[in-house]
Structures are given as C-alpha cells and as structure tokens.
C-alpha cells in the first residue's frame, strides 16, 4: 500500500518538539552528549559579534558545520579562527543583508560550496528606541530598520528555502523580540520590523509544513550586547548574557519549537488581547517614565541620518 509522505510529515511535526524534549533528558541521564546538530550544515547571520557570535561558537561545538555571515571580514576572519581552535570546523562569508544582489551571489556561492543549508538562524538585527515625537523627519528609520530586519532575512530564507524543501528537513531561527507582543512605546520601527519578520515566518511555516521545514520565531527580551548599549535606560537592567541567549538558540534549533517566549511577553500579550485599552494606559505611563536616550536624541539633532 502506498504512503502518503505529506501526510506521515503532518503527523511527524506534530511531535516533533516532544520527542526532541524526551531526547534530551534521556540524554542528560544517560550522559550522552550528541546533538540533531552534529553533522549538519547551520547558517548563522550577524555572526561577528553577540548573540550570533556565541551561536556560531556554540553549535560548532555540537559538531555542526557553521558557516558565517556578517558584513564584517575582519570580526568574521576572528571567530572563524575561534571555531577552529575549538576543533571545529566554519566558512564565513561577508555580506551586507541589504544588498539584495550581494544576498543573492552569497546564497549561489553556499549553495555551490556546501549544498543545502539545514539550519539557518536569522539574527543579524538593527534596533532603534525614538520616540516618535523625534521621528516625524526621520522616515529612513523604519526604511533601515525594515531593510536588516525584515527584507534582508526574508531574502536570504527565500533564497535557501527550495533546497531545505527538496531534501525534506529544514528549521529557520529568527532572533525577534518580545516587543512583537509588548509594542513597547519608542520602538515603532524596531518592532514593526521585527513583527514582519514574525508573522511572515508563521506563514511560511504553513506553506513548507509538508515538506518537514519548520521555524521557531525567538522573542527575546533584553540582551546585553553592543546594539542596546547606546540606551542608557537598560544600564543595570537584568539581562540575558549573549551565550546565554545563544544557548537558548542552540535548544531551539535542536527542539524545532513553533515559538520561544519570555513568561512577561506572554502576559503581555494577554493583557493586549483581553484589555487593549488598559494596556494602552499601562504603556502610556512608561513612555513618560522612561524618556528618549541621550543617544537618540543627540544623533537626531547633530546628524538626521543616522
């Protein structure tokens, strides 16, 4: 009798994180050390620096193949050397995620080199806090913020997506923010960038879902790497360590969880969806009570464009 595939995948997914969970802890008590990465190719963008840095370290270490992109030679000549050392093994390839063009030639030349892509974690990331009362004459903000969180992911997913589904595995990371479901007041453009990214990626799970490619959408809170350190609100705010985050990465591509929230996004998200006009209230008050950074109003009034 023949077997329906799509249908065995349907069923497959839907344990596919349980199991991976049972599996680790028969692991932990056993003592057995293997990862679902050991083997496999993993694509890790942002990875000069921060979260992607620590990723690329960290699942190299589980005996994946990680390839790096950045649009830094230099920073990625230093942590490819870092992989290295620690016995493992990496390519890295420089790459501005907003040049299309330059996304689609990097795509082709891994694609050639290494052929299809197993894990892709989407990282690499561009945060902004203004207010809008400071933003009415900055519209490239939401551009720029768009252009590296939103459209230079979906483009390099697109272009590694048909070999994932050919070979019928494939899980996609994206680093995006618990702001997705706070909307934190004075990030517009960070979070409507990041919540494209979000819902696109639920979307497209859906479309590639019989050919056993999942994703994970990563709703980080605070993170202490160089992008937050300009706000001098979050100077002595609890904060995850750039390997702690990436530990959380590395669980998700190994467990292939629809969604990794924070315990105060989720409630905020409840609060947003059973009292709208509350929250709106709540969030009124922390907009005043945490004003506009030095920052971000400095770079405002001395130079518009950045």
Same mark, same amino acid.
């Given at each position: 009798?023949?077997?329906? =595939? /799509? &249908?065995?995948?349907?069923?497959?997914?839907?344990?596919?994180?349980?199991? @991976? %969970? #049972? +599996? $680790?802890?028969?692991?932990?008590?056993?003592?057995?050390?293997?990862?679902?990465?050991?083997?496999?190719?993993?694509?890790?963008?942002?990875?000069?620096?921060?979260?992607?840095?620590?990723?690329?370290?960290?699942?190299?270490? =589980? /005996? &994946?193949?990680?390839?790096?992109?950045?649009?830094?030679?230099?920073?990625? @000549? %230093? #942590? +490819? $050397?870092?992989?290295?050392?620690?016995?493992?093994?990496?390519?890295?390839?420089?790459?501005?995620?907003?040049?299309?063009?330059?996304?689609?030639?990097?795509?082709?030349?891994?694609?050639?080199?290494?052929?299809?892509?197993?894990?892709?974690?989407?990282?690499?990331?561009?945060?902004?806090?203004?207010?809008?009362?400071?933003?009415?004459? $900055?519209?490239?903000?939401?551009?720029?913020?768009?252009?590296?969180?939103?459209?230079?992911?979906?483009?390099?997913?697109?272009?590694?997506?048909?070999?994932?589904?050919?070979?019928?595995?494939?899980?996609?990371?994206?680093?995006?923010?618990?702001?997705?479901?706070?909307?934190?007041?004075?990030?517009?453009?960070?979070?409507?960038?990041?919540?494209?990214?979000?819902?696109?990626?639920?979307?497209?799970?859906?479309?590639?879902?019989?050919?056993?490619?999942?994703?994970?959408?990563?709703?980080?809170?605070?993170?202490?790497?160089?992008?937050?350190?300009?706000?001098?609100?979050?100077?002595?705010?609890?904060?995850?360590?750039?390997?702690?985050?990436?530990?959380?990465?590395?669980?998700?591509?190994?467990?292939?969880?629809?969604?990794?929230?924070?315990?105060?996004?989720?409630?905020?998200?409840?609060?947003?969806?059973?009292?709208?006009?509350?929250?709106?209230?709540?969030?009124?008050?922390?907009?005043?009570?945490?004003?506009?950074?030095?920052?971000?109003?400095?770079?405002?009034?001395?130079?518009?464009?950045?």
């Amino acid at each position: 009798m023949a077997v329906d =595939r /799509g &249908a065995c995948a349907v069923v497959g997914l839907l344990l596919v994180t349980p199991r @991976a %969970r #049972v +599996r $680790r802890v028969l692991r932990r008590v056993t003592g057995d050390r293997s990862s679902p990465l050991e083997g496999r190719t993993v694509l890790v963008t942002g990875a000069s620096s921060g979260i992607g840095e620590a990723t690329a370290l960290a699942v190299a270490g =589980r /005996g &994946a193949t990680v390839l790096l992109v950045a649009r830094r030679d230099d920073e990625l @000549a %230093r #942590v +490819r $050397r870092a992989v290295e050392d620690g016995g493992g093994r990496a390519a890295s390839y420089a790459c501005d995620l907003t040049d299309g063009d330059a996304v689609d030639a990097m795509v082709e030349r891994v694609l050639a080199e290494h052929g299809a892509v197993d894990y892709l974690v989407n990282n690499a990331g561009r945060s902004i806090r203004r207010s809008l009362n400071l933003s009415y004459d $900055r519209f490239h903000d939401f551009e720029r913020t768009m252009a590296v969180n939103y459209f230079g992911p979906v483009r390099l997913t697109m272009g590694l997506l048909p070999a994932m589904r050919a070979q019928r595995f494939g899980h996609v990371v994206n680093v995006v923010s618990w702001g997705v479901q706070m909307k934190a007041p004075k990030f517009a453009a960070y979070i409507a960038s990041k919540t494209a990214l979000d819902t696109w990626s639920r979307v497209a799970s859906r479309e590639t879902y019989r050919d056993e490619v999942t994703f994970t959408n990563m709703r980080f809170a605070l993170v202490r790497t160089p992008m937050v350190a300009p706000t001098e609100a979050y100077a002595g705010r609890r904060a995850l360590t750039p390997e702690q985050a990436a530990a959380k990465v590395v669980r998700a591509l190994e467990d292939r969880p629809v969604t990794v929230n924070t315990a105060a996004g989720t409630v905020g998200e409840v609060v947003n969806l059973l009292a709208p006009r509350l929250s709106d209230a709540l969030f009124s008050r922390f907009d005043r009570a945490w004003p506009d950074s030095h920052a971000a109003r400095v770079s405002r009034d001395s130079d518009p464009s950045r």
